[in-house]
């Protein structure tokens, strides 16, 4: 019997390590093969593809140190910055190595001249979110303080030196409009009675100027009328089904995706009172 | 009379006992017989009737007197949309079921989604049903594809007065609009999607306009001030929440020329909700939908107001309905809400002028 099921299991592992192999090749990754080491020491390339340096001392299938790691990593990119002098990082990265007010930077830590990159001021970032703030319409997209609206940036001494969260204002620029264009989208088909299907001509818009009185903010909650606890998507579909007769979409419909992010957006700020009636 | 009876059945049986009474007329059934005949009349024309009436009802100092509403039932061709083609007939059998019948039916506007011929001529024939004399008010539901054009066909002009019972009635276009398509190319039907979208910021805001209020002043002019009026128009007139044209831009200025008269009330359509305001001597009263309700604005909403709670989506009728307006003695009104599948509200001339008398049911489920 024991026999048998750790036949099975091995069976099992087989068939998943054969469809992550399958997986793997059909995502085809990079390959970068490096020359093995003559002194059998592990190889490491660059995902440059061309570059590599060796552990000494660490056979390939051992485990370096995490100071031997450090040390290798920091070779190969020295070699990668001498191969390419005009070579820039990214902003965020300027900002994540920026200096502390009052710090002194060590020589080896100045990053090379990035032609054409402007270092992101912060105070640039609050500047951004007053004009979104002034140019802000109702029911176009984003609110005030919507994705389009920047946060201002913290003043004085911040904690720095990290590359998570170390973004400049143009990426936040980036990421607001690409949530607004979200928000556009429901805003069309929450106002077009064809693109939500209806079948006798009723919009969403007619009865929800503005997406008012969906309240989103009270979801989920026990519908009464439904006898069973909804989320807003569910009550979304309802509307489309009934006062409009059209199909309800399916959950991971962009449309029904898109309706949602309008109906939020239009509520932001509003605090979050899940089950209210 | 039963109230399931068609309005086929019953005008056929005012008619025969109209003419049965005829042939063995008493004193009594004289005055009976009178007052089926002007039914009869009022079921045969949207006019009022005239000459063909045994006796002449109306007198000019006989309040108080009733007239009821339906209002905003934006219909799409029958084939589009049945479900606003349910709501006007609902709308049409209650008035029609009222016992005694009101003086007259006005009719608050939007009565077109979109404006076509082939909507506002549904409507026409529909309300041709309707058993009391019709007064028509355009919205601007109606207005926007054609500039008026059929409606004005149909019903008539946009802006007219008339007496009744003492009390001087004017309907007036407050949905005119400052040209915003020509600039932008829009076809008809592209102006009037513009206008027909409440959040629609291309459009421009509501106005009555120069032309309206000189029209207006010329027509009050010869009206006593102590004499009671009475102002239909589809766009509240005064501010409210203007994101959503629930305005007039020159509310004012129309104020203005209002102010003068001891008693004004002014009923309008377009907000689709229960609605009361008072500015100075000027009672408002909002009508609502047969089509659907709305939301209350999230801002500047009249401090009279008690919200009518918030409509249930599970019923196409909830929070839709009509009503009737009583006038008083005054001459102001108490207009009585009718909403469908729930208990009537009526806010009273005395609540709209106190502010505390009187006050109508407090609200259970307000607005989110």
């Not at chain 1, 500047?127 to 919507?146: N, P, S, V």
């Not at chain 1, 009675?193 to 818009?205: L, W």
């Not at chain 2, 001529?121 to 008026?148: C, N, R, S, T, Y």
Request: charged content about 25%.
């Amino acid at each position: 019997m024991r026999r048998t099921i750790s036949l099975a299991l091995a069976g099992a592992l087989a068939l998943v390590l054969s469809a992550a192999l399958l997986t793997r090749s059909r995502a085809a990754d990079p390959v970068h093969p490096a020359a093995p080491s003559r002194n059998g020491n592990m190889m490491v390339t660059l995902c440059d593809g061309e570059t590599s340096a060796e552990i000494p001392g660490v056979h390939e299938g051992e485990r370096p140190t995490r100071e031997q790691a450090a040390d290798v990593a920091r070779r190969l990119m020295d070699e990668w910055r001498r191969k390419n002098p005009g070579a820039s990082w990214d902003d965020a990265v300027q900002v994540a190595q920026a200096v502390r007010p009052g710090e002194t930077i060590p020589p080896e830590r100045v990053p090379p001249p990035s032609p054409g990159v402007k270092p992101a001021p912060r105070e640039g970032a609050a500047e951004g979110a007053h004009e979104a703030g002034e140019t802000q319409q109702r029911g176009g997209g984003a609110t005030a303080g919507g994705a389009g609206g920047l946060p201002a940036a913290p003043q004085g001494d911040v904690q720095s030196g990290h590359t998570y969260g170390a973004f400049s204002e143009r990426d936040e620029r980036i990421w607001a409009a690409e949530t607004d264009k979200f928000v556009k989208q429901g805003h069309a088909i929450f106002h077009d009675a064809t693109a939500v299907g209806s079948a006798n001509a009723v919009s969403c818009d007619m009865c929800h100027p503005d997406a008012s009185n969906t309240h989103p903010e009270t979801y989920p909650k026990f519908q009464v009328q439904l006898g069973r606890v909804a989320l807003l998507r569910d009550m979304i579909n309802w509307c489309i089904q009934n006062p409009t007769r059209g199909r309800p979409l399916p959950d991971d419909d962009p449309k029904l995706k898109a309706i949602e992010a309008y109906i939020l957006a239009q509520r932001k700020g509003t605090p979050l009172e899940y089950g209210k009636h | 009379m039963s109230k399931r009876e068609s309005i086929e059945t019953r005008h056929y049986a005012e008619r025969d006992a109209f003419f049965a009474g005829l042939r063995r007329l008493s004193r009594r059934s004289f005055l009976k017989v009178a007052g089926l005949s002007a039914g009869v009349a009022a079921a045969k024309s949207l006019f009022p009737p005239h000459g063909f009436q045994l006796v002449d009802v109306a007198d000019a100092a006989d309040r108080p007197f009733t007239f009821a509403y339906i209002s905003d039932t934006h219909l799409y061709p029958r084939r589009v949309n049945d479900r606003f083609v349910r709501a006007i007939l609902k709308a049409v059998d209650d008035v029609n079921n009222l016992d005694p019948q009101p003086d007259f039916v006005l009719f608050g506007g939007d009565l077109a989604q979109l404006g076509q011929k082939e909507e506002l001529e549904l409507g026409a024939q529909i309300l041709k049903a309707v058993k009391a004399p019709i007064h028509m008010m355009v919205g601007e539901h109606d207005w926007f594809l054609d500039m008026g054009d059929h409606w004005r066909q149909l019903f008539g002009p946009e802006q007219y007065s008339f007496d009744h019972k003492g009390v001087h009635f004017v309907t007036i276009m407050s949905v005119q609009e400052k040209d915003f398509w020509t600039a932008r190319g829009m076809t008809p039907m592209e102006r009037m999607k513009t206008v027909a979208g409440l959040d629609n910021g291309v459009q421009s805001r509501f106005e009555v306009g120069d032309a309206g209020r000189e029209w207006l002043k010329n027509d009050l002019a010869k009206v006593d001030k102590a004499t009671p009026l009475v102002v239909f128009s589809h766009s509240p007139l005064y501010k409210y929440y203007r994101p959503w044209n629930f305005w007039t831009e020159d509310a004012d200025e129309v104020q203005a020329i209002l102010q003068p008269f001891q008693n004004v009330t002014v009923i309008h359509g377009h907000t689709h909700q229960l609605l009361t305001n008072r500015i100075g001597n000027i009672h408002f009263h909002g009508m609502l939908s047969t089509a659907w309700p709305w939301p209350y604005a999230p801002e500047g909403l009249p401090k009279l107001t008690i919200q009518m709670n918030r409509a249930d989506p599970f019923d196409q009728f909830d929070g839709c309905g009509d009503g009737t307006v009583d006038v008083i003695e005054s001459g102001l009104v108490n207009a009585l809400y009718n909403l469908w599948d729930r208990n009537p509200v009526t806010v009273k001339a005395s609540y709209v002028s106190s502010g505390t008398q009187d006050r109508p049911p407090q609200t259970k489920l307000g607005s989110y």
